[in-house]
Each structure stands twice: as structure tokens, then as C-alpha cells.
């Protein structure tokens, strides 16, 4: 997200990411300073290197989602990561991804998964930008009945391409949540 925000020319789209940025950052400040018996042992460290100014607390976040991607141990749980990481779009309608600096950022990432290529990656965004042709393509009325089948046959192409059932059950579940909340944001 800081390196959209860098390359973003527009001032109105500017503000309003900065604004984005700065809301998931108080948010994840909140969650993280929660004091829970199951609160993961790497977040004190986090939090302790995060001093009061946002920018800072982003940079830190930042900094330790990269290590994340090798600590996944399996090529399913890699590429159930990967799926959120390209649908992931936190900007509100009137502002959108500075398209080079989103395919750079997600190139070198998907380098940090050790199960996982450029080919994967390459695959989910053809796959998504299918899907994404074909929800403009119908009418608001439509829209979310096209969307949900279209990820269900996401996710049949995406277990097909595994040949693993495991795989099969993490992503069928995770896709069929997404099309839930895609079909019921198609209806408002």
C-alpha cells in the first residue's frame, strides 16, 4: 500500500488512500494492543518498535508482512495467501491501484513464498481479471449471481490445477465465503 500511495499523482486519490492507510493502521494498533491469552508471541516486538507516528507503525507492519511468506509450510496454504493478496483492493471506488507498482510489489512477493512462481501468480491474475471482465460485463441486477459462479468455477479450475483435496477444502471454503459477501454487496 505505501508504495501505491508513492506513485499515486492524483492529490484527491492521495488523501483518500492515505486516509485508508491510516484507518488500517489505528485498527491493527487496536487489535494488536488487546491483551489476549492467545496473542502471538512476534506482536509484542512489533508493537514495541512502533512509536506513535502512523507512518512508522505502517513501515513496521510492512517490514514483517514480508518475512510472513515463508513461514507458510505448504504449497495450499501459499496459494490460499496468494488468492487474498491479488483479490486484496483496500481503496474505496474512486481510487484504484497504480497498476506497475502493484505488479512489481506482488512480483517480488510471490519470490518470498518458497512453494510458489510467477507462474502461480501470473494463473490468479489472468484468472481474476476474467472474473472481473465478466462482472462489468452484466448489469448491477446480475452482477452478483455472475460473480459468485464465476468463482466457483475458480475454485474447480484452482483444485483441478493442485490435484490435492486438501487444497480442495481450504480454497473451496475460502472462495465460497468470498462469493458470499461479493453476491450479498452485488445486492445492496
Request: glycine share 4%; net charge negative; aromatic share 6%.
Amino acid at each position: 500500500m505505501q508504495s501505491d500511495i508513492a506513485a499515486t499523482t492524483s492529490g484527491k486519490s492521495l488523501v483518500i488512500k492515505e486516509a485508508v492507510l491510516d484507518e488500517g493502521v489505528t485498527g491493527f494498533r487496536k487489535v494488536a494492543a488487546q491483551d489476549r491469552p492467545d496473542r502471538p508471541d512476534w506482536l509484542t516486538p512489533l508493537m514495541v518498535g512502533m512509536d506513535t507516528q502512523k507512518e512508522a507503525a505502517a513501515d513496521g507492519i510492512a517490514d514483517y508482512g514480508r518475512c510472513l511468506p515463508r513461514l507458510f509450510d505448504s504449497r495450499e496454504w501459499s496459494l490460499l495467501v496468494l488468492v487474498d493478496l491479488v483479490l486484496f483492493d483496500p481503496w474505496p471506488a474512486k481510487a484504484s491501484w497504480h497498476a506497475a507498482t502493484r505488479r512489481t510489489a506482488l512480483d517480488a512477493l510471490v519470490d518470498d513464498f518458497p512453494h510458489l512462481d510467477l507462474a502461480d501468480l501470473d494463473w490468479m491474475r489472468e484468472a481474476h481479471k476474467l472474473r472481473l471482465a465478466v462482472a462489468v460485463a452484466n448489469d448491477r441486477q446480475t452482477r452478483g449471481r455472475a460473480v459468485a459462479q464465476d468463482w466457483e468455477t475458480l475454485a474447480a479450475e484452482l483444485v483441478v490445477s493442485l490435484r490435492i483435496s486438501g487444497a480442495f477444502c481450504i480454497v473451496a471454503a475460502w472462495l465460497q465465503r468470498r462469493c458470499l459477501s461479493v453476491t450479498n454487496s452485488g445486492r445492496s
